[in-house]
C-alpha cells in the first residue's frame, strides 16, 4: 500500500529537521523492539504505526506547556521507549516492561509516570478526557494546548463521536486530534468491522478542519503542522490529523497484518526487524541529507 504523496524539494531547515526526527525515531523504535522482545509481548504492529507521530509530536511540534495523552494506550511502549529518550524513564525501568511488579504495564498505568496523565487501557476515551483538559485550560486563561493521538479502531466507540460534538462545540482550538488510521483494529480491517470512510467527510461535517497527511513521512508531518498553524490562526474550527499509517511499518513480515497486533517477535523475527529497519533508516536519513 503506497500512502506517500509526491512533495516538491525541501528547504534546507526542513530537510535539517526532518534528519534530526528519522535519528530520533530509529533510537525509539530499537528500544521499543528490544522491551517487546524481552518481554515476549505483542502490540509490536500497533507501536510502529505511530512511532513517528510521537516522535514528531515531542521534538517538533509540542511545548513543555502542552499535554499528551496517548489513547491507544496498546501502543504505551512506544510511548515508554520516547520517555526514556528525554530522560523520563531510565533504562532500567524500560527492562521491567511487561514484568511483575513494573511501573511498565502493558497499557498506560494511572498515576505513576510524569508525561502519561491518565490511564487508557480502555479504549474510546482518551479524546474526552483530552477535551476536558483543553477545555480547564481556556477556562484557567493558560496557554496549554492538549495533544491527543487515537487509533481508528477506537472510532467503533461513541464515545469517541461525543467527544468530537463537544469539541467542536467548544470550539477548542487548542486541542489537536491525530488519528493513527493504519485501516487494521484486533480483529480486522476497520473498513470491514465497522466502515469509517468518508472519515475525512463525516470529521469535516463534525465541524473539524481536517489535515491529512503520510504518518510516517516527517516532510509530510512539516506540511500538517504548518497547515494547522494557518487553519487555526484563521480561528472556529478545531483540527484533526488523519495520519495514513501502515500497521508493523517497516517490518516485512508484519506490515499491514492482524497478526503484528498481537504476536511477540522470536529471536530471529527480532533480527530481522532490526536489520530492516536499519535499512531504512539510513536510507531516509541519506535522503534528508540529500535535500539540503
Known sequence: MDIRPSRGPDRPETAAERAHLEERVFSVKKRFLAMYRNAHAGHIGSSLSCAELLVFLKHAWMSEEDTFLLSKGHAVAALYALLAEVGAISPRQLDSFYAEGTHLPALP???AIEGIP?????????LSLSAGMALGARLAGRARRVFCLTSDGELDEGSTWEAALFIAHQKLTNLVWLIDRNRIQGIGGTEEVLALEPLDAKL???GFHVVTADGHDFGALLDARAECARALKAGGRPVAIIANTIKGHGIGYMQDTVASHYLPMDDSQYQQALDELALAHAAAVAGARDAR
Open 118 to 126: 491518565f490511564a487508557t487501557g480502555s479504549l474510546g476515551h482518551g
Open 204 to 206: 469535516e461535517a463534525f
Open 109 to 111: 498505568p494511572v498515576g
